[in-house]
């Protein structure tokens, strides 16, 4: 049996959340640039949305750039906005009923990346079938500290108690508030961390680390890490009997 056909479709995570590391560090091996691996890496961006749309995911959440992102040489950071610029498909969104979305800093994007975006976001706006975020300029500290200026403006105002604000207030005031919380978090390309992405909304995600690069991620990957994902139990805090007692109800 395929990887493939061993991935239960009535189980598949709602929301997947994608850390797409190691362009740099695939490029080096081959002794190219690492923006050959940056380029590389959009391929793997196609691939996997597409096959993510083919499984049922609902929303796929791709950490494109981030806000400490923006401390790399000035030429990389240039190759990497000409690449979103360039790669910025309508026709592939409307064929596979695709919605993008973005999260992050966007007024600190260049103009033309915006317009870009913009243009595409629009367009693509009553695709239903999956909806592609993309983190760009995003970080999990930042959206958090903006959050929280927003709700601290409409306490001044009156708008909202103090003691009216529960974990739902926050989500609600997160920019992730139309999506669920990820099920599955992806780390490709080795490293154990989270980089900033989606402190609030991981609380109760399972992580699925892989040594893979970014560019070498494909769509069996992707079928390995759902099979991975299927196979725990997510207990959110309960006993493991609980958690089957209640699967057979
Ligand atoms: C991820 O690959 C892409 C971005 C962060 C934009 P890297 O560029 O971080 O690749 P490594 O980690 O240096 O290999
Ligand atoms: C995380 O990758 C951000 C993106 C994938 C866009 P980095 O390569 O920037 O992460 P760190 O800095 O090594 O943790
Ligand atoms: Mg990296």
Redesign the pocket.
Known sequence: MTLLEQIDKERMPKHVAII???????A?AKGLP?TA??AE?VERVKEITAEATRLGIKFLTLY???TE?WNRPAPEIEA?MTLLIDHLEEETFMKNNVRLLTIGEFGKLPPKVQERVQACIDHTANNTRMTMVVALSYSSRWELTETMRHMAQEVKEGRLQPEDITEQTISEHLQTNFMPDPDLLIRT?G?LRISNYLLWQAAYTEFYFTNT??PDFREESLHQAILDFQGRQRRFGKTGEQVEEEKGK
Do not use: Q, T, V
């Open positions: 797409m590391d190691g362009n740099g560090r695939w080096k690492r691996g940056h890496g494109a750039f981030s992102n990497l390309g490293e690069y970014w």
